[in-house]
Nanobody, 124 residues
Framework: QVQLVESGGGLVQAGGSLRLSCVAS????????CGWFRQAPGKEREFVAA????????DYADSVKGRFTISRDNAENTVSLQMNSLKAEDTAVYFC?????????????????WGQGTQVTVSP
């Protein structure tokens, strides 16, 4: 089992920045790839970013590429999402997740473990 707890969400004006963090506990964190997903009201959960277990590869949705940066610290069992130049359409609940199959990183059903989510609200 892996327990994931997100933090760092909040209310920010468009153009601002937020940094989300996800702390993992339980099984060896470095055994897992990590992803960030988000879900806006009335919409399906969508892929945002992913990072391989070693931190050597990352992937981003086109909608956030160049604005968001995913990183991880295996010594601290954390994965972070730095979000810059935020837009109103980035408003959603953001979830951290862990899986063992990086090739399926964009598929939410490939993730074994999920956090509870943290709300990000961007005012226009």
């Amino acid at each position: 089992q892996v327990q994931l707890v997100e933090s760092g969400g909040g209310l920010v004006q468009a153009g601002g920045s937020l940094r989300l963090s996800c702390v993992a506990s339980g099984r060896t964190f470095r055994d897992y790839n990590c992803g960030w997903f988000r879900q806006a009201p009335g919409k399906e959960r969508e892929f945002v970013a992913a990072i391989v277990w070693s931190g050597g590869y990352t992937d981003y949705a086109d909608s956030v590429k160049g604005r968001f940066t995913i990183s991880r610290d295996n010594a601290e069992n954390t994965v972070s999402l730095q979000m810059n130049s935020l837009k109103a359409e980035d408003t959603a609940v953001y979830f951290c997740a862990a899986n063992t199959v990086y090739s399926r990183r964009r598929k939410s059903d490939s993730y074994n473990y999920w956090g509870q989510g943290t709300q990000v609200t961007v005012s226009p």
